[in-house]
T-cell receptor, first 112, second 112 residues
Framework: NAGVTQTPKFQVLKTGQSMTLQCAQD?????MSWYRQDPGMGLRLIHY???????DQGEVPNGYNVSRSTTEDFPLRLLSAAPSQTSVYFC???????????FGPGTRLTVL | GESVGLHLPTLSVQEGDNSIINCAYS??????FIWYKQESGKGPQFIID?????DKRQGQRVTVLLNKTVKHLSLQIAATQPGDSAVYFC???????????FGRGTSLIVHP
């Protein structure tokens, strides 16, 4: 099993550009989530999904969109990048939300 | 424990010592708690979890203690090894909520 994979590992954007961060898992997990990690702060939940076709907002959803067309994939879209979105983004999955979460290796995003 | 600012609390120990990392959680209604380990440049990795109907849970070389009276969680690592050097943070979740709360973390440095 590959576990949770994320692409790209690094990305630099200009303000106003859009892009999609990819996340996939091969463990047949129902729950998937996106977090951002900023210096000096704990992980903050952006969006989550409890199954294919079902998504919902987390703690900091503004400026991001998600979709869950399959159990395996959970892409995160930045609509119009802003410097405040400079962060490290982690995707995670688990069988249920209250189970052990498996995290991907992260995407380090810089918005200029 | 936690502190304001960008710099994480740091715990320095000698190889072979026992380490204790503390976490004060925020929500008295939280009923599920997890400890994660995050090595530099990697995603968080599950260590151990505990539910609120327990006070103590043991894993391999790790023990988590939960004190609900003072909303305090601790992670004990026995016979600490250089490979244990990482940032450790706790997470809490309230039953019925899909949004966990993560602490900022403590940096553990193990000297050979």
């Amino acid at each position: 099993n590959a576990g949770v994979t994320q692409t790209p590992k690094f990305q630099v954007l200009k303000t106003g550009q859009s892009m999609t961060l990819q996340c996939a898992q091969d463990m047949n997990h129902e729950y998937m989530s996106w977090y951002r990690q900023d210096p000096g702060m704990g992980l903050r939940l952006i969006h989550y999904s409890v199954g294919a076709g079902i998504t919902d907002q987390g703690e900091v959803p503004n400026g991001y969109n998600v979709s869950r067309s399959t159990t395996e994939d959970f892409p995160l879209r930045l609509l119009s990048a802003a410097p405040s979105q400079t962060s490290v983004y982690f995707c995670a999955s688990s069988y249920r939300v209250w189970d052990e979460q498996f995290f991907g290796p992260g995407t380090r995003l810089t918005v200029l | 424990g936690e502190s304001v600012g960008l710099h994480l609390p740091t715990l320095s120990v000698q190889e072979g010592d026992n380490s204790i990392i503390n976490c004060a959680y925020s929500n008295s209604a939280s009923d599920y708690f997890i400890w994660y380990k995050q090595e530099s440049g990697k995603g968080p990795q599950f260590i151990i979890d505990i539910r609120s109907n327990m006070d103590k849970r043991q894993g391999q070389r790790v023990t988590v203690l939960l004190n609900k009276t003072v909303k305090h969680l601790s992670l004990q690592i026995a016979a600490t090894q250089p490979g244990d050097s990482a940032v450790y943070f706790c997470a809490e979740n309230k039953g019925g909520s899909y949004i966990p709360t993560f602490g900022r973390g403590t940096s553990l440095i193990v000297h050979p």
